[in-house]
């Protein structure tokens, strides 16, 4: 669509932060449809963007956060750690959700990496340098930072916040907000800020000062006033300074989005079919309305055809180019992860072999601009304008699901697992455009993101384009592959996808009582933590309830209140608000207890027996393959790589993952592989050593560190040397290593500066990789496995000082990553040929199956061949356990 002729008011909306207000504005209500499928988040959402749809000048877009860490959770592990727990019915809803925006043709953005608030920072940058008015709808106040110009936020009852507003109510400007949330944190999302300094305290500095530079300069010289204040911030200097990193929203991430144009043509079938299945009746009434008005002259947006009515429910035309004489076109089957039927329901089935309708590609879009194209990012180098399709292709592809059994595909492995379970035979995955993109860069992690970025076309609702796109991709993207990275799609990841969809077809024995018997028993646990909790407040009130808690903790109980909370100001219930109070009272330990194993129950006790597929009695999960940056593998649906096993009921919850009868399980751990690795590619001799003659690694750092003997290392000091093994790679800081162990910080900080000195090599390395990723653009791994970090060049020092983080760590993590994939790619076959198969890969983990009379011979198989998968200067080694549940097999 071309650019609208006028300003465009570009509405941008958070996502998540929209669907959390529309669930609890129910206040306790539900609608849902005749299945059972709760609908009222879906509800109000969709009420609240046809409110803005209503505007024929509003252009709107809809962000969410990834499903995947961003950035801020590597700087920080405890990064919005306070939150509360989500719903259990919630995700389902924003996924509906998701749907929904999409089907309307509404442009939704996530961008692997960053949160949606980055994503509203970058496009509002983007829209006003246009000259387009913004208004952001979110809850969250950090995007006051944002406000300048016509940048606006619209709060809950839509009222406009600026500048002005800003001042008022919070006595600073919208320059000073991000110092203003760096002194006084924010306890939602586990920043810190400087304890003991409130709202009205940091305003007044920061009237007094002008900025957070100069009151931290004032009160390290000890001038700053009052007293009171400098003491509070010296004590908190690290913290106040982390949380100005965490606070600074990102503005300048390379996204491709033309502004002030009007709706995308979406998908009117699909839109359709998800009203009547979530029994939407009153919001199709809205769209069919909302039509009416386009067509009495208020059409959305502009662009070609701004005259004629806006439908959403009827299909839009397409153009496409005449195919040649002579050329045949879409016989790739393609389909994303979603595993729905859309695909079968738009193919023919031809005998043995399915096909889809011959189509050929839409015509390619027009270059995009500067840095928004193909090329190198982060390198600060013009990138290469994107080739427009020339012609088709003209191959035909056929998927042959009896005789050839393989199929090609844009995400081969899902579409492999869909037709299999389903009878169609033992069909395996073949090449795979998305993996293929995926290895070229990280951040391409669909094939929206992969059609757009390699042949600059938008990817189609429909199958048989999909498919058509689906081909040129597999035409074009081999020759972009360098010869480490065809290593990689050929020995690694096209032959994993083929182990991943038999591990997914195959899925896990549950014992299902069990896991019902330990949630009886862990609720009456929790009910007996109530009782202890109503003693010790002296009278029954509702735990659950935050405000009443409030009430009891601070107000009843006298105990000392933490931070505030984001949106209300209320004080603070969360684990992190608590935890800090642990010793404080005895009721603290109990609540903790309490919230510990009502999550637990919530997430996997009673949700884990009822997802077991009543046909194959096995829990199944997916495998997502082209998902991480660093090349990890992730779970989903549901994610069985976060079970717990620090808590005691955590581990207690794996004795109900079973073997089948007359089977094994085998656990086989890749022991401190990551810091093995460190050793290796850091090239520190001592710590080389310490592998080599099978020292106790942290007992060894710990003796080497603080120079005193082996034997006389206490168990704190092992504890520190053990944190800072860990840690390293992630940026550790003083004042965290102070916070984890106790310690002042001027120990943890000698602590850190002692590491580095005893192990040379680890800085040595450190900087040499930041060098390497500021000159290419990219860090890699030991296999040649790319993430581009074009933060490292960012004039933006705290999304810097991120990027340098992620670089550092990458390599080794990802290095890893790759060792357990080839290790899973080689034993394979030799697993098949004793009988065994694999069920889960758990990070540094594999779960295999075997049968009772070769389980110690399959154990010493995986062993040898998981220790052999790469030799490095130092040993790799894995730890094995055999037994009838995967607890006993630890």
């Known amino acids: 669509m071309t650019a609208s002729a006028t300003p465009t008011t570009i509405v941008l909306i958070d996502g998540h932060a929209l669907a959390f207000r529309s669930y609890f504005s129910m206040q306790g209500k539900t609608f849902s449809n005749a299945g059972g499928e709760n609908t009222h988040a879906v509800h109000i959402f969709m009420k609240t963007l046809v409110r803005f749809l209503k505007v024929p000048t509003n252009q709107v877009i809809v962000l969410f956060d990834p499903p995947v860490k961003t950035f801020r959770h590597e700087q920080f592990d405890g990064y919005k750690a306070g939150r509360a727990d989500i719903p259990a019915d919630l995700p389902g809803q924003i996924n509906r959700i998701r749907e929904l925006v999409d089907a309307m043709g509404i442009p939704r953005l996530e961008v692997p990496g960053y949160e949606a608030d980055d994503v509203v920072g970058t496009l509002s940058v983007m829209a006003a340098g ?72 940091a305003a007044k500095l920061l009237q007094d000062y002008g900025t957070l530079d100069t009151i931290l300069e004032k009160a390290q010289d000890g001038t700053l006033e009052p007293k009171s204040a400098r003491e509070k911030i010296v004590a908190s200097l690290d913290n106040v300074k982390f949380s100005r990193q965490l606070s600074c929203i990102v503005t300048d991430l390379p996204l491709s989005v033309e502004l002030g144009v009007g709706r995308m043509p979406g998908d009117p079938a699909r839109l359709d079919a998800l009203l009547t299945e979530l029994e939407l009746g009153s919001l199709r009434r809205d769209l069919l309305a909302l039509e009416g008005g386009a067509a009495k002259g208020t059409a959305i947006g502009t662009g070609p055809g701004a005259d004629a009515p806006a439908s959403f429910l009827t299909p839009p035309q397409a153009e496409w180019r005449t195919p040649g004489e002579g050329e045949v076109w879409g016989y790739v089957l393609s389909r994303e992860d979603d595993l729905t039927a859309e695909l079968l329901d738009a193919a023919t089935f031809d005998g043995e072999v399915v096909r889809v309708a011959p189509v050929t590609l839409p015509q390619a879009k027009e270059a995009a601009p500067e840095g928004l194209g193909l090329g190198t990012p982060g390198t600060g180098k013009a990138p290469k304008t994107p080739r427009a399709p020339k012609a088709p292709v003209g191959h035909v592809e056929e998927a042959e699901f009896i005789g050839q059994r393989e199929v090609k595909a844009a995400g081969a492995k899902a579409l492999a697992t869909h037709l299999n379970v389903r009878g169609l035979g033992q069909i395996v995955p073949g090449d795979d455009p998305l993996l293929m993109a995926y290895l070229l860069d990280p951040a391409t992690t669909s094939m929206t993101l992969a059609s757009e970025k390699f042949l600059n076309v938008a990817w189609p609702d429909d199958a048989a384009t999909r498919a058509a796109i689906t081909a040129e991709l597999l035409h074009r993207l081999p020759a972009e592959l360098d010869d480490a990275r065809k290593r990689l799609y050929n020995d690694i990841e096209r032959p994993l996808a083929k182990v991943l969809a038999r591990m997914e077809v195959r899925g896990i024995r549950l014992d299902s009582e069990y896991l019902r018997g330990l949630g009886l028993a862990t609720g009456a646990r929790i009910q007996a933590l109530e009782q202890e909790i109503y003693a010790h407040a002296g009278h029954e009130f509702s735990v659950s309830s935050r405000d009443q808690l409030e009430k009891v903790l601070y107000d009843e109980l006298g105990l000392a209140s933490g931070k505030k909370t984001k949106l209300t100001g209320k004080r603070s219930t969360a684990v992190s608000a608590l935890e800090p109070l642990r010793n404080e009272h005895p009721i603290i330990p109990v609540l903790l207890e309490y919230r510990e194993l009502s999550k637990l129950k919530g997430t996997y006790l009673d949700p884990l027996p009822a997802l077991v597929n009543p046909r194959t009695g096995r829990l199944h999960t997916t495998f997502a393959q082209a998902s991480v940056a660093t090349g990890r593998l992730s779970s989903l649906n549901p994610n069985l790589q976060n079970i717990p096993i620090r808590s005691a009921v955590g581990r207690e919850l794996r004795k109900g993952f079973i073997a089948d009868p007359g089977f094994q399980l085998i656990s086989a751990d890749y022991s401190q592989i990551e810091l093995r690795l460190l050793a290796h590619i850091a090239d520190d001799e001592l710590m080389q050593q310490a592998f080599v003659s099978g020292a106790d690694i942290h007992r060894r750092t710990a003796s080497q560190v603080l120079g005193v003997m082996e034997d006389l290392v206490t168990v704190e000091q092992r504890r520190a040397a053990k944190t800072v093994n860990f840690g390293v790679l992630y940026g550790m800081s003083a004042h965290r290593l102070s916070n984890d162990l106790g310690i002042p910080y001027a120990d943890a ?99 295999v199956e075997a049968p009772e009379d070769r389980a110690e011979e399959v154990a010493a198989l995986v062993q040898t061949m998981m220790q052999d998968a790469m030799t490095l200067k130092v040993p790799l080694n894995v730890e094995v356990g055999v037994g009838p549940n995967w607890f006993d097999t630890k």
């Open 749 to 847: 900080s000698g602590f850190i500066d002692r590491y580095f000195a005893t192990y040379p090599g680890i800085r040595g390395y450190i900087d040499r990789t930041l060098a390497f990723g500021r000159e290419h653009g990219y860090v890699e791994t030991l296999f040649g496995r790319r993430r581009y970090v074009p933060e490292l060049s960012s004039s933006n020092r705290n999304v810097r000082e991120a990027g340098e983080r992620v670089a550092y760590n990458m390599p080794i993590q990802g290095t890893a990553a790759d060792i357990i994939k080839l290790a899973m790619v080689r034993l394979d076959q030799p697993l098949e040929e004793l009988g065994a198969r694999m069920l889960l890969q758990v990070h540094d983990e594999l779960l």
């Open 130 to 201: 246009q000259g387009h008015p913004v208004r952001i709808l979110t809850s969250d106040r950090d995007s006051y930072q944002l406000l300048h110009g016509d940048i606006r936020v619209i709060s809950s009852d839509f009222a406009l916040i600026g500048p002005d507003e800003v001042r008022e109510k919070y006595g600073v400007s919208v320059e000073q907000w991000v110092d203003y949330r760096s002194l006084t944190g924010d306890s939602s999302d586990n920043i810190p800020g400087a304890k003991g300094i409130g709202p009205k305290t």
